[in-house]
């Protein structure tokens, strides 16, 4: 079992749909979660940042940590065909980042106009 | 959030030749930088990591003397890749961390002829 599990899509949903993006993990060291958004040919971009469990909210998306269960999600509320782009989970123990993070395969999304 | 500048962009080599990639933290001073691989499609693979004024640690299966990682200063890190050949085309991202976040380059796509 890999430690980060993320479903490859893609998944291909409406302009405005609610999108749900998941990932479970096996680690119970794991304590900081993030989710990147990645453009074709272009690095990772930060989207959100959570600590521990819990939600947070910014702007149209929403992030939610289940420690209990190992899962994680991003909500992408009122999508955009400039939302369509690869989401990657990852995440790390107490180091943060500087431990550097595991990473699930991405899921790539493609919101239709 | 933190900017990482990642140059070039994009570099073409003939097989044989070295290729030098630059990442700098223009905003942050980054003790750690990573550096990863990325294959069409697939998630990012960690390489090495480089940390300031010291050896860079190397991922299994990854050759040192092949992808030289020099990080001489807290806001620079450079991989060079030695004697380079086709199957060392990829998309090359690194990133910095900044306390327990990671914020990445614009990535670099070699390709070796």
Known sequence: QKEVEQDPGPLSVPEGAIVSLNCTYSNSAFQYFMWYRQYSRKGPELLMYTYSSGNKEDGRFTAQVDKSSKYISLFIRDSQPSDSATYLCAMSGLGGGADGLTFGKGTHLIIQP | ?113
Request: hydrophobic content about 35%; proline content about 3%.
């Open chain 2, 1 to 113: 959030g933190a900017v990482v500048s990642q140059h070039p962009s994009r570099v073409i080599c003939k097989s044989g030749t070295s290729v030098k990639i630059e990442c700098r933290s223009l905003d942050f001073q980054a003790t750690t930088m990573f550096w990863y691989r990325q294959f069409p499609k697939q998630s990012l693979m960690l390489m090495a990591t480089s940390n300031e004024g010291s050896k860079a640690t190397y991922e299994q299966g990854v050759e040192k003397d092949k992808f030289l990682i020099n990080h001489a200063s807290l806001t620079l890190s450079t991989l060079t890749v030695t004697s380079a050949h086709p199957e060392d085309s990829s998309f090359y991202i690194c990133s910095a961390s900044l306390r327990e976040k990671l914020f990445f380059g614009s990535g670099t796509q070699l390709s070796v002829l």
